[in-house]
Every structure is written in structure tokens, then in C-alpha cells.
């Protein structure tokens, strides 16, 4: 007579029952803590320079006290926060220098150059501010003149900074000049850091949040769950 074999139950292994709704929660915990740390991002809140070329929008390499645009030029400048180039907000409207200057005659010697001032909008401005609303100008200055002597002549006061940074034009913002602004997953700004100060909102900028530290801390209860989950059914 064959006799069979039979596996002792300690070299046994069975999936537990609960293991796979233990992985789907591991998984869901694990994407809880990913948007957690993409829940809030840092970022500036500055005055970025533009540049219209070929009908577009193009992040300026200079800064306008330096650049020295041509007759005919369209420029632009737009108030927000983000934290690079790549994440800058355009400045919106009308962006067509025949439009722009078309009641500002040209002279011997000088040059025309467009501008278009957007203010932002509100979620980007500093508390107590409203954002005046976006306009266009046309600056007639010397052949010579840079962009920022271009912008004084058309929207002053203009506010620089200790190193030559825009802070404001036409006055706005009354205060403040690139501070660190830490954002919602909303967009909306929730708290600003100025130099070495604290933030004024309660995160502090300096650590993981506190989403991304409760969604691990989840992802570690549950691994440990199914651990235990499953030594519990192999040695019974």
C-alpha cells in the first residue's frame, strides 16, 4: 500500500485570508503618504520678467536692469508665487506692441517698447493687499534705456531691494520682496517666510509634514499587521 506524505504544518505556508486586503490598504497608505508630501510645496513671491517672442511668452535671462530691448519690443511682468521658472505664471491680456503703442507716437532717437503689468491674483497677494488690475503701457525712452528704466518711466514708484531685486511696481506690493511662501495642495498660499524669520503659518518649512510622517507611520502599522497576520496562520 502507498502511503502518502503528508507536509508537516509547521513547513505548510497558506496565504492568509486577510493578506490581500492588507496589501490594498498598505497600497492606499503608501499613495495617503505621496500626497501628503505633495500636499504643500514652497515657493517666492516675486515680480518675474518676460520676454514676447514668436507670439509667445518667454522667461527673460536677464534681469531688467540689464536687458535692453529693441524698438517694437513687447515685455511683461507678472506677479506670483512659484517656486522657479518653470512654474512662473505669464502675465495675461493683451500682448501686441501695435496695440500697446499705437497712440504713442515714435521720436528721433528713442524707441517704443510695450509692457505688460500684471498684478496677480488674489490668492498670491500678501495679506491686507488687493491686486490692482492688469494694464498695458507703452514706455517711449532713449535707444539706450534698459527695461527697468523703460518701467520707471511708465509705472513708478518701482521698489528695488538691497540687491537690485524688483520688489514692486506702482507701488504694489507695499511690503515684501520674494519672500518664501509655502502653499496649499489648492494653490493657495498658507504661509510666508521672510529671510531667517519664521513662517507665519504653522508649518515651519524645516521637516516632512505631518501627513507624510502619519502615512508612514500607517504603512508601518499595517506591514506589521500582515506579519503577524501571517506567522498567525502558518504556525496554527
Known amino acids: 500500500m502507498i502511503r502518502r506524505f503528508r507536509t508537516p504544518a509547521a513547513l505548510r505556508f497558506r496565504t492568509p485570508a486577510a493578506l490581500p486586503a492588507l496589501c490594498t490598504l498598505l497600497a492606499a497608505a503608501l499613495l495617503l503618504a505621496a500626497g501628503a508630501g505633495r500636499a504643500e510645496a514652497t515657493g517666492y513671491r516675486y515680480w518675474s520678467f518676460w520676454e514676447r517672442q514668436g507670439g509667445h511668452w518667454t522667461y527673460a535671462t536677464e534681469g531688467p536692469s ?3 530691448p529693441a524698438d517694437g519690443d513687447v515685455q511683461g511682468f507678472r506677479f506670483s508665487v512659484s517656486a522657479d521658472s518653470q512654474d512662473a505664471s505669464k502675465p495675461r491680456g493683451t500682448a501686441d506692441f501695435a496695440a500697446i503703442c499705437d497712440r504713442t507716437p515714435a521720436r528721433h532717437g528713442g524707441k517704443r517698447v510695450a509692457l505688460v503689468l500684471d498684478f496677480g491674483v488674489r490668492a498670491d497677494a500678501p495679506s ?3 491686486p490692482p488690475a492688469p ?3 507703452c514706455a517711449s525712452v532713449p535707444s539706450d534705456a534698459t527695461t527697468a528704466e523703460a518701467l520707471a518711466a511708465v509705472a513708478k514708484p518701482l521698489r528695488y531691494d538691497t540687491n537690485a531685486l524688483l520688489c514692486a511696481i506702482s507701488g504694489y506690493p507695499a511690503k515684501g520682496c520674494g519672500e518664501q511662501v509655502t502653499t496649499s495642495g489648492d494653490g493657495k498660499s498658507a504661509g510666508t517666510k521672510s ?4 513662517s507665519t503659518g504653522e ?3 524645516g521637516g516632512p509634514s505631518a501627513g507624510l510622517l502619519t502615512g508612514g ?6 506591514a506589521g499587521a500582515a506579519v ?3 506567522r498567525r496562520r502558518r504556525d496554527g
Request: charged share 25%; proline share 0%; net charge neutral.
Open 217 to 222: 507611520a500607517v504603512v508601518a502599522v499595517l
Open 228 to 230: 503577524w497576520q501571517a
Open 195 to 198: 529671510g531667517g524669520g519664521k
Open 66 to 68: 540689464t536687458a535692453r
Open 203 to 205: 508649518d515651519d518649512g
Open 128 to 130: 491686507g493687499e488687493t
Open 135 to 137: 494694464r498695458t503701457v
